[in-house]
């Protein structure tokens, strides 16, 4: 018993930045996970991915003019990726190009602007800091940021949420019966570009999109309704917290890759013995009904 | 009756080349029409202009203040992998009701029941939409239709790839749709159809050939006028100099070309 606490409870019962570490993530984990669904849902789980690079150059600016600052550096993120969202979707409204290669194209751009801005003046250690950020020093700045951004977007999906959900089942009904059709999707993609900035501090620019995205990926395979695959997905996500601060707690290994790797194992297992995964649907089947 | 969709010299159309061309004319309130025409003959172009997905190119469309309306595509955009139920794919229909943040009441989960025993769905409630069969959800989105309330009806190809039975319950909706003083406005391909169950067809090739009563409007000779229509787009084209100076319905009888009452098996 004494075991389990002190494997299980007392890092967290002892050290303040485990417990701030623990906070973050879970304030994550309701922001961030229910976004993924959509942004699953809607088919741009990359599209997460390629946000994630763009808040680089923003994130790169504010570091560079004001060193390791909270607020400078989310300015900077959110700028960068507003940018990058905005510039992307109007190109794929606007022209014949689709979204998917609209916003490669602006997040490479933006990748490579924050790459040369951080090697012009930063270290590699920055460069690590930003690209892979340490949920295990965040100070009250950043704890404050995060809860802001969860508090914004579990107002705004409860707000959007039967606009969302039309947007992405039928995108022609919508724009028949309402003019929230565009308006949703960039209220969508800022959901994505906040909760991103809000992750960076902990997990990095890199693998902030990791929290958004496998605890989404994961719950599909276990539900058909939309509402409980992001009540599933915070569930996870929030294990996949605990777990990752547990394993780097008493591994030493560094927490963002950690807690990223308590989500793939979710997501694994998942894809393998969820009610709708491979196993369940894959398995031989001689009885059937007769209608 | 008065007008619930005005044309007046409406152009639609894609990179300057018009899909519909100067088109005149009054869909009336209350009125059951055909839109007939060969692929590429502006069918869906039209009803996109009517919804307002389309901006005209030059003349307008306008619908009656008030109107509330209805628009199956042809091609719907509904993506069938969303985790959604039918109950889920017919409220949306209640969307003109309720809006983003109205209250869903007993009323509405009430309507949602009624229309999906209307389109004969009972019991699918609760089956995922990737589950369905063609006509089963073309039956969910005419219950859609049913849930939305609409006094203009636009239905895109409504009968592609349906079964005979599911073809005739959803005519038998239509006509409902059309007893209940409704606008319904169906493009249809089958002219043994429409001759049986729309009193009016609007014949279209770009330009509208003929316009009115069915048996008018499907006479063999304008039907041979449609067919000799090419869907191509000639990049060499002359500019289009004079608005409105190219082809009309009129207004009051809205036929065109009407001499002949025999009638022509077929399809578009």
């Known amino acids: 018993m004494i075991a389990l606490y002190d494997l299980l409870v007392a890092p967290f019962a002892e050290f303040a930045f485990m417990q701030r570490a ?15 669904v959509f942004l699953m849902l809607r088919r741009m789980s990359l599209t997460g991915d390629a946000m994630a690079h763009a808040i680089l150059p923003g994130a790169a600016a504010g570091f560079l003019l004001y060193g390791l600052q909270i607020v400078p550096m989310t300015i900077g993120g959110l700028i960068a990726g507003m940018m990058v969202a905005l510039g992307a979707g109007a190109v794929a409204r606007l022209t014949i190009q689709k979204e998917d290669a609209s916003m490669a194209a602006f997040y490479l751009i933006s990748l490579s602007l924050g790459v040369l801005m951080v090697s012009l003046r930063g270290s590699s250690v920055d460069l690590m800091h930003v690209l892979f950020g340490t ?8 704890l404050t940021l995060i809860g802001l951004v969860a508090a914004t977007t579990l107002i705004a999906l409860f707000v959007f949420w039967r606009a969302l959900v039309a947007e992405c089942l039928d995108p022609l009904f919508l724009r028949s019966v309402s003019r929230l059709g565009s308006p949703v999707h960039f209220i969508f993609l800022g959901l994505v570009v906040i909760n991103l900035v809000a992750g960076f501090q902990a997990l990095g620019t890199l693998l902030s999109v990791g929290l958004m995205i ?13 509402e409980f695959m992001c009540l599933l997905a915070i569930g996870l996500g929030m294990l996949s917290s605990v777990s990752g601060l ?46 | 009756m008065s007008a619930c969709v005005t044309f007046k010299d409406l152009t639609l159309g894609y ?51 008030g109107t509330r309306l209805a628009y199956l595509p042809q091609q719907s955009e509904l993506d069938r992998s969303f985790p959604a139920r039918v109950v889920d794919l017919v409220s949306l229909g209640l969307w003109p009701r309720r809006g983003l943040l109205g209250r869903i009441r007993p009323e509405d989960r009430e ?62 909706l239509i006509k409902r749709w059309h007893s209940e003083k409704r606008t319904v406005v169906v493009v249809a391909h089958d002219l043994d159809l429409v001759r049986q169950h729309f009193p009016a067809a609007l014949l279209l090739a770009r330009q509208p050939v003929a316009w009115g009563e069915v048996r008018d409007a499907l006479s063999p000779e304008n039907l041979l006028r449609a067919r000799q229509f090419h869907e191509a787009w000639d990049e060499n084209a002359p500019w289009c100099e004079a608005p409105g100076a190219i082809a009309h319905s009129h207004h009051e009888t809205g036929i065109l070309h009407a001499d002949s009452h025999a009638h022509q098996r077929g399809s578009f």
């Open chain 1, 22 to 36: 623990l906070l973050g993530a879970i304030l994550l984990s309701i922001s961030a996970c229910p976004v993924g």
């Open chain 1, 135 to 142: 949920v295990l020093a965040l100070n009250n700045a950043a």
């Open chain 1, 214 to 226: 496998l605890p989404a990926a994961a719950a599909r395979f276990w539900t058909q309704r939309t």
């Open chain 1, 246 to 291: 547990l394993l780097s707690y008493h591994l030493s290994l560094p927490s963002g890759p950690a807690i990223i790797l308590s989500a793939g194992v979710a997501y694994s297992v998942s894809v393998l013995g969820g009610t709708r995964g491979l196993l369940f649907t894959r398995r031989p089947r001689t009885a059937h009904r007769t209608a």
């Open chain 2, 15 to 65: 990179n300057s080349h018009p899909a519909v061309h100067h088109l005149n004319g009054v869909i009336r309130e209350g009125s059951l029409t055909a839109l007939v025409g060969a692929n590429g003959s502006g069918k869906s172009t039209l009803m996109k202009g009517i919804v307002g997905l389309l901006k005209p190119m030059a003349g307008y469309c306008k619908v009656a203040p």
């Open chain 2, 111 to 172: 309507a949602v029941a009624k229309a999906l025993s209307a389109v004969g769905l009972e019991g699918f409630e609760k089956r995922p939409i990737d589950t369905l069969s063609g006509g089963q959800l073309q039956r969910s989105l005419f219950a859609r239709v049913l849930v939305q309330d609409a006094n203009l009806i636009l239905l895109d190809e409504p009968f592609n790839a349906i079964d005979a039975k599911t073809v005739a319950d959803l005519i038998d």
